[in-house]
């Protein structure tokens, strides 16, 4: 189940690094909320990228190999300290698209923790 989870994960986590990286001012004008954080900064949008990358192949690795789960979990732990930055914005009424930002960034990233973690069985595969 977990790793199914991971995969499921995987996708959209290593297209939206892809499309950071490749097509920056193409995703900072159609993600919600991105546009209204200032003016676009290829460098950082292409930075930010490239960790969601790296996480969403952590994130494949351990649905393609069970052993791989430390990957997952330093992929899973990146997702969770973004996701950990919304719900500040969120808890202290900065954020105007919470609802958004609870479904698109910390439900995922609580998942992702969840699926990176093996389970009793798979700690000595």
Same mark, same amino acid.
């Given at each position: 189940m977990r790793? @199914?989870?991971a995969a499921a994960l995987a996708v959209p986590t290593i297209l939206n690094g *892809? %499309? %950071?990286l490749f097509a920056g001012p193409y995703w900072y004008a159609s993600v919600t909320g991105a546009s209204e954080t200032g003016p676009y900064n290829p460098h950082f *949008?292409?930075?930010?990228? =490239? /960790?969601f990358l790296v996480a969403g192949l952590a994130l494949a690795a351990? /649905?393609?190999r069970p052993l791989y789960w430390p990957a997952a979990v330093a992929g899973a732990s990146f997702l969770a300290t973004? =996701? &950990?930055l919304h719900l500040v914005l969120i808890v202290a009424g900065h954020d105007?698209? =919470?609802a958004f930002? &609870? *479904?698109a960034v910390v439900l995922? @990233? /609580?998942l992702a923790l969840y699926s990176a973690f093996p389970t009793p069985g798979e700690r000595h595969a």
């Open positions: 790793r @199914s989870i *892809v %499309m %950071m *949008v292409q930075d930010i990228g =490239a /960790a351990r /649905a393609w973004h =996701a &950990l105007h698209h =919470a930002d &609870l *479904v995922p @990233s /609580a």
